[in-house]
């Protein structure tokens, strides 16, 4: 089972959810950074790094990628819908599609910014603002789903997260009850 990959998720979204009592989730706030928010985007970042191995093995998608550009020709090719999956704050009426750029053939420019927090924080600290966290924790729910697809199906994956769901329309379960049981978009139904 995988589901200590589901729970390191959750732990982040909740530590995502816990920065809005200090910065709303809002547009005109995207560009707020803290150490809060470099925290929370290095830890998403590492692990999305971590997942996309894991999911290019399980699937054999390809001879061992050994970076985010061979991690998107493999998954973008095995999971044709990946980039599609949306990510939604009900709450604050947000919608992330975090692996859009990926249908561009690019990385997405929170993926970028991690790796300029990472490596270069003196020069790129602002990168590390609630856009990019929350673009990173989004785009790591939509990569834990696939790796835990089985778990959401039987409905193991848990807890659910508290603020970020995804598309309602991949199942009634989400829309109705926030609660995983669906089977996600590039994977058969039984």
Known sequence: MKLHYWQYFV??????????????PAQANMSTYSIEFARILLG?????????KVLC????????????DGYRSAIVARFPRFTKLEIQVPRYGLVRLPWQAWEQGT???????????????????????????LDAVSGLFVLVSYVCASELRTRTAKPWPQTLTLDPSLSPDIS???????????????
């Open 11 to 24: 732990a982040l979204e909740a530590d995502l959810a816990a920065t809005a009592r200090f910065v709303e």
């Open 176 to 190: 109705t009850n926030l609660r995983p049981g669906h089977i996600l978009p590039d994977f058969p139904s039984r």
């Open 44 to 52: 998403a970042g590492s692990e999305i790094d971590v997942l996309c």
């Open 107 to 133: 990385n997405p420019t929170w993926w970028r910014a991690y790796n300029q927090v990472k490596h270069e924080r003196h020069n790129h600290f602002a990168n590390a603002n609630l856009g990019n966290a």
């Open 57 to 68: 093995q399980e699937h054999h998608l390809s001879v061992s990628p050994v970076n985010i």
